[in-house]
């Protein structure tokens, strides 16, 4: 589950992270009212208007200014509430602006120059443990510091027998050219930023940039942040903090019937049980000529209310141009999804594009007879390499 700037903003402050201040506002109104409300408590003069949408690469798109008068509040948050964003990380559509956040302006004048860095907290799938990923390159997509100088990204992993370490800590101030009271600063602020994410069971932090200010603190002045769903059940506070705006109005209807489903780009709409079996049905999509139009997992109790559901969704995508269902009868019995896919299709109407089913398992060969004798235009396979050709034969 992902969250808005100011939700994780919020999060890091709760676990004792500077951040940047800011106040959340839904329209121009509120806007004004956050700035004057920002001046009378932190003494900032100018604001930075940020567009709250799942996605980086904003002011790459506009969805990032500078204010320096309450005028020019009122008129950039008008300009951007309302848009549709484009950005690096979103569709050719864009996505559109509901909240902007009115942040204080923390690049002041100071003693010292400030510097920007880039920190993340996440998952180091190979040796299976977390990992803080940072780079004295803050404000820069982390994709084209790696390509272009893999040299200035570091990485320190921490054992989770011991958990972070103070060395570890001062080795990554150390490593950001940092001395005397931004270094401490920073060992505080990789402390209370890795806690964070350990205690609220997230997938990722990301902080670009982490500041520096001209008087040596170190704050967070943007943060991205992503929790792992699964984990949700022991942090039940969290689940309002979802915004179904930002997500794929096919998949929070999928997610509200209990189907795990994802969109993707292709032409042949899965339905299988289990995340490993979808996974390799993509793969035979995929070298029959092929391209998978979703990642669907019915689950274990497939009856026909949920088959019928899956159906609803698959066809919502006009791209699909044939249907492949994959089921293995282990916890589920094969004649039960057979029948819910009977009833489904009598339920829809005709399904128009062409329907290959496979069932295996459990009462298989029962299933094949429900299929075979209802009258309807599917195509029953039993081998998945049957189930190839047939998507082949279908898209040719």
Same mark, same amino acid.
């Given at each position: 589950? /992902?969250?808005? &700037?100011?939700?994780?903003?919020?999060?890091?402050?709760? @676990?004792?992270? !500077?951040?940047?201040?800011?106040?959340?506002? /839904?329209?121009?109104?509120?806007?004004?009212?956050?700035?004057?409300?920002?001046?009378? *408590?932190? =003494?900032?003069?100018?604001?930075?208007?940020?567009?709250?949408?799942?996605?980086?690469?904003?002011?790459?798109?506009?969805?990032?200014?500078?204010?320096?008068?309450?005028? &020019?509040?009122?008129?950039?948050?008008? *300009?951007?509430?309302?848009?549709?964003?484009?950005?690096?990380?979103?569709?050719?559509?864009?996505?559109?602006?509901?909240?902007?956040?009115?942040?204080?302006?923390?690049?002041?004048?100071? &003693?010292?120059?400030?510097?920007?860095?880039?920190?993340?907290?996440?998952?180091?799938?190979?040796?299976?443990?977390?990992?803080?990923?940072?780079?004295?390159?803050?404000?820069?997509?982390? %994709?084209?510091?790696?390509?272009?100088?893999?040299?200035?990204?570091?990485?320190?992993?921490? *054992?989770?027998?011991?958990?972070?370490?103070?060395?570890?800590? !001062?080795?990554?101030? @150390?490593?950001?050219?940092?001395?005397?009271?931004?270094?401490?600063?920073?060992?505080?602020?990789? @402390?209370?930023?890795?806690?964070?994410?350990?205690?609220?069971?997230?997938?990722?932090?990301?902080?670009?940039?982490?500041?520096?200010?001209? *008087?040596?603190?170190?704050?967070?002045?943007?943060?991205?942040?992503?929790?792992?769903?699964?984990?949700?059940?022991?942090?039940?506070?969290?689940?309002?903090?979802?915004?179904? !705006?930002?997500?794929?109005?096919?998949?929070?209807?999928?997610?509200?019937?209990?189907?795990? @489903?994802?969109?993707?780009?292709?032409?042949?709409?899965?339905?299988? /049980? =289990?995340? =490993?079996?979808?996974?390799?049905?993509?793969?035979?999509?995929?070298?029959?000529?092929?391209?998978?139009?979703?990642?669907?997992?019915?689950? =274990?109790?497939?009856?026909?209310?949920?088959?019928?559901?899956?159906?609803?969704?698959?066809?919502?995508?006009?791209?699909?141009?044939?249907?492949?269902?994959?089921?293995?009868?282990?916890?589920?019995?094969?004649? !039960?999804?057979?029948?819910?896919?009977?009833?489904?299709?009598?339920?829809?109407?005709?399904?128009?594009?062409?329907?290959?089913?496979?069932?295996?398992?459990?009462?298989?060969?029962?299933?094949?007879?429900?299929?075979?004798?209802?009258?309807?235009?599917?195509?029953?396979?039993?081998?998945?390499?049957?189930?190839?050709?047939?998507?082949? %034969?279908?898209?040719?």
């Amino acid at each position: 589950m /992902n969250l808005h &700037e100011y939700q994780g903003k919020e999060m890091l402050n709760s @676990f004792g992270v !500077r951040i940047q201040r800011g106040i959340v506002a /839904n329209n121009v109104d509120e806007a004004v009212k956050a700035a004057k409300k920002l001046t009378e *408590d932190t =003494g900032t003069s100018w604001w930075v208007v940020k567009a709250q949408i799942h996605a980086g690469g904003r002011g790459k798109g506009g969805g990032v200014k500078l204010a320096k008068s309450l005028s &020019e509040i009122e008129s950039i948050s008008n *300009d951007i509430l309302g848009m549709h964003l484009i950005t690096p990380q979103t569709s050719s559509e864009g996505k559109l602006v509901s909240q902007v956040l009115i942040a204080e302006d923390v690049y002041y004048p100071g &003693e010292s120059e400030t510097s920007e860095f880039y920190m993340s907290v996440l998952l180091n799938r190979s040796s299976g443990r977390n990992m803080i990923m940072y780079s004295t390159e803050g404000g820069m997509d982390i %994709e084209t510091v790696a390509e272009q100088t893999p040299h200035l990204i570091f990485t320190e992993e921490i *054992d989770p027998s011991v958990g972070l370490q103070g060395f570890q800590c !001062r080795k990554i101030a @150390f490593n950001l050219g940092l001395s005397g009271n931004a270094f401490k600063e920073m060992t505080k602020f990789v @402390f209370a930023l890795y806690t964070a994410y350990d205690q609220t069971d997230s997938s990722l932090f990301e902080i670009n940039p982490v500041l520096k200010t001209s *008087d040596n603190k170190i704050m967070a002045v943007d943060a991205k942040v992503s929790i792992d769903d699964n984990s949700l059940f022991r942090h039940k506070d969290f689940i309002a903090l979802r915004d179904k !705006r930002e997500e794929d109005p096919t998949e929070v209807e999928a997610d509200e019937y209990g189907l795990n @489903f994802v969109k993707l780009d292709g032409d042949v709409g899965c339905m299988v /049980n =289990g995340a =490993g079996l979808a996974m390799a049905t993509m793969d035979i999509i995929k070298m029959a000529g092929g391209n998978p139009a979703n990642f669907l997992d019915v689950g =274990g109790t497939a009856d026909a209310k949920r088959v019928e559901q899956a159906f609803r969704i698959i066809l919502k995508d006009s791209n699909v141009k044939a249907i492949l269902v994959n089921i293995f009868g282990g916890i589920v019995r094969c004649d !039960r999804v057979a029948q819910g896919i009977v009833d489904a299709y009598n339920n829809i109407g005709e399904i128009p594009v062409p329907l290959i089913v496979r069932l295996q398992g459990t009462n298989a060969k029962e299933a094949k007879v429900l299929i075979d004798e209802s009258g309807l235009k599917v195509e029953s396979v039993i081998l998945l390499q049957e189930a190839a050709d047939k998507v082949a %034969e279908v898209l040719s």
